[in-house]
């Protein structure tokens, strides 16, 4: 079992074990196992292996609706939108297309993730909605 680079943020190598066995499959141990943490420490980062699918949901949060918000009222139109979720496409960088079709992959084939991708979506355009 492949260790994650060392410095890397724990769960960082969750996409590729969830694409080896399944995100059914997949224990918190193992993730733990593969980020050189016990269960417990890596159960302090993530309430469970469907929150590591999620991290990144507050740092887009916070580009793409506090981004919105605190643009000049002027600018709170969908062109600021646009140039907020193109700021957030930059963010993520060219790197991170491939970990982006494994967590697409990930959360199309399980229910349950499908269910809290769309209510992360759905609170995005609600934060949207409301600086706009």
């Known amino acids: 079992m492949a ?3 060392q410095g890397a943020p724990p769960g960082s190598s969750a996409p590729s074990l969830y694409a080896q066995q399944g995100f059914e499959h997949s224990t918190a141990s193992e993730i733990a196992a593969r980020a050189d943490l016990t269960e417990p420490t890596f159960l302090g980062y993530f309430a469970g292996k469907p929150d590591v699918r999620f991290d990144g949901s507050v740092m887009l949060d916070a580009s793409i609706v506090e981004g919105t918000a605190g643009a000049p009222d002027s600018d709170r139109s969908f062109d600021a939108v646009e140039r907020r979720l ?3 496409v930059d963010m993520l960088g060219e790197c991170r297309r491939d970990l982006s079709r494994q967590r697409h992959d990930v959360i199309s ?3 349950e993730l499908r269910e809290r991708e769309r209510a992360k979506l759905a609170a995005y355009v609600d934060g949207v909605a409301k600086v706009l």
Do not use: G, T
């Open 86 to 88: 193109n700021a957030a």
């Open 3 to 5: 260790a994650e680079p």
């Open 109 to 111: 084939a399980n229910p």
